[in-house]
């Protein structure tokens, strides 16, 4: 499923399989799960360096062929491939540990084909194991909405209490780590949002409200999921002194200005961008010793706008996730 022009429908489209090159792998898709990144590619809301381009970069699948010089890796092996598809390993950021933030980084359906297709080729050194996945529909949405949930939840340090602005794909997950380890979640959903409410309190959620609510108690961090700058204010009056507040997404409307008493005693607030390969075997290890419950709905791959739609309408309960 093709994206030709920004903000026009994606383009079924048959291709010859694609070869994979020094160091990659073509990759059988089983399952690639939509994500918000994806609706702003295909909007338009983020420049992107190549078209046309195949989204999706929430990826199971299959190795089903390797390229010269390719190690770690091996025929019919199971593995997950992230948004993060290539970084340089040479820049500052590289050497110093934070590849996430590296000067010339590839990424997955956005620089390079992604995984609204039947194949797809990835960097080997990108590609993360599942070996114990054995359903590869639950575990697409692992591949983004859990890993950029699991760096944001880092980033909030050891909050007792903590809030997740936006209850959909991402935070439905993080809010399970979250409770695993002993702390209490706060969800805001859209207002009025009774169904996303209940399914936060279903999960474990300690409260669950819209996000014009005031939440009971104050609290230590918050996660923004949603795309929608206003929130930024909300959450930095609804954390406690010394709390920190934590955009999750890669885009976001404007922030409006607000009162300077809002982030006043020692209030933080901190962006999180991509994630590093590291953060990605930290979380399986996590998952694979305690699995999650992940919701989704399935979509065939002809059905990529559909689920695009449902998506953008706020339709959708958990992950969309596209089955070729």
Known sequence: MVLR??????VLEERPP???????????????????????????????????????HEIVGRIEA??????????????????????CG???????????LC????????????????????????????????????A??????????WRSLRKCGDPRTLGLYGFGAAAHLVAQVALREGRRVFAFTRPGDARGQEFATELGAAWAGGSDETPPEPLDAAIIFAPVGALVPLALAAVAKGGRVVCGGIHMSAIPSFDYRLIWEERE???VANLTRADGAEF?????HGPLRVETTRYALARANDALADLRAGRIEGAAVLVP
């Open 90 to 100: 040479r820049c500052r950021w590289c050497l110093g540990g934070r590849e996430n």
């Open 5 to 10: 022009a920004a903000g026009a429908p994606l």
């Open 103 to 138: 000067d010339v980084p590839v990424f997955t359906g956005h620089g390079r084909d992604g995984g609204y297709a039947t194949h797809v080729i990835a960097d080997a050194s990108a590609c993360l194991p599942l070996g114990f996945v054995t359903d590869p529909v639950q």
């Open 269 to 271: 607030l901190v962006s």
């Open 284 to 288: 399986m290890r996590f998952v694979e």
């Open 140 to 149: 697409a949405p692992l591949l983004c909405a859990g890993l950029i949930g």
């Open 18 to 56: 694609p070869q994979p090159g020094r160091g990659e792998v073509r990759i059988a898709v089983e399952a690639c799960a939509v994500c918000r990144t994806d609706l702003h590619i295909v909007d338009g809301e983020l420049a992107l360096p190549r078209l046309p381009v195949v989204p999706g």
């Open 66 to 87: 390797v390229g010269d010089s390719t190690s770690g890796v091996r025929i019919g092996e199971r593995v997950g491939v992230p948004w993060l598809g290539r970084v």
